[in-house]
């Protein structure tokens, strides 16, 4: 089965610091993504990444960045952490060899700025 | 603009009896659609999907119809079980590009299935 591994399940952090989300997954997936999910909003894309050192800009991708060093592990970077960046966020990955290959989502790391 | 519209909210469904959900997509360049089951506190969890060649899709209890020409797919379960209380997303993919891999999602359906 695919593992996809959020660092935290929750996270309470201070307005205005820089916070690192982690997501790590185990089955050598080349595409990896960042949403948030906000009631009523269902999953908004943040960014992506195809490759290493690779990332492509999602939805909503203000106020974010990301970095993919390794192939296993994606992460979130928020530069200047906000109120109205509380929100539960997930990572996911996929094959990204074939079409139509769905993602496999984390447990997901619930964020509070305060 | 909402690409994937899931117009209901909820859904509330009695044990045994048929729950449907609906998603309607505009963008005719999506090839894949897939459904996902998202229980509180955890990740969505893959369900079902389907090609944009097939026009059903069917897996134990959930069965996947795809409407090209209407832009329409419904998520048919049955029989509905307590267990099935969740919120389901629906998703498409499109095929072409460098949007490879990328999924659009609607903004769900609570289903709450009550004994």
């Known amino acids: 089965d695919v593992k996809v591994t959020q660092s935290s399940r929750y996270l309470v952090k201070r307005t205005g610091e820089k916070v690192f989300l982690e997501c790590v997954q185990d089955m050598d997936h080349e595409n990896m993504f960042w949403y948030r999910q906000d009631p009523g909003l269902g999953l908004r894309l943040i960014y992506f990444s195809y490759d290493v050192k690779m990332k492509e800009k999602g939805d909503i991708p203000e106020g974010y960045s990301v970095s993919r060093e390794k192939k296993e592990r994606f992460s979130l970077i928020l530069e200047s952490a906000s109120t109205n960046q509380t929100s539960m966020y997930l990572c996911a990955s996929s094959l990204g060899t074939l079409p139509g290959q769905p993602q496999h989502f984390g447990d997901g790391t619930r964020l509070s700025i305060l | 603009d909402q690409q994937v519209k899931q117009n209901s909210p909820s859904l509330s469904v009695q044990e045994g009896r048929i729950s449907i959900l609906n998603c309607d997509y505009t963008?005719?360049?999506?090839?894949?659609f897939l459904w996902y089951k998202k229980y509180p506190a955890e990740g969505p969890t893959f369900l079902i999907s389907?090609?944009?060649?097939?026009d059903k899709n069917e897996d134990g209890r959930f069965t996947v119809f795809l409407n090209k020409s209407a832009k329409h797919l419904s998520l048919h379960i049955v029989p509905s079980q307590p267990g099935d209380s969740a919120v389901y997303f629906c998703?498409?993919?499109?095929?072409?590009?460098?949007?490879?891999?990328?999924?659009?999602f609607g903004r769900g359906t609570q289903l709450t299935v009550w004994p």
């Open positions: 963008n005719s360049m999506f090839d894949y």
């Open positions: 389907i090609s944009s060649i097939k």
């Open positions: 998703a498409a993919m499109p095929d072409r590009g460098s949007t490879l891999g990328r999924l659009y």
